[in-house]
């Protein structure tokens, strides 16, 4: 797995899916990559990570052999 930096821009869920999609603003590329993941476990870390303030935190993640979020690090600013 190759981990990647970038901002989180917007998460997009369904609880009655399970599924949701972490948009990403990768860099230094600039591109948004939207990162598939498990909505609940997901939502945990994140909360758990940063609180109620999720959107504009930088991250470093990396996507498991599928191409879904296989875990993330929150970076300093």
Known sequence: ???RSGQIVGFYGSMSS???TLAIS???QGYIAHVPC???PTVRAL???FGDKVIGQEIEFELDTLGVLANF???EV
Do not use: H
């Open 73 to 75: 690090t929150p970076q």
């Open 47 to 49: 909360r758990d990570a």
């Open 18 to 20: 399970g599924l949701a």
């Open 1 to 3: 797995m190759t981990a």
């Open 38 to 40: 498990e909505n609940a």
């Open 26 to 28: 990768v860099e230094p």
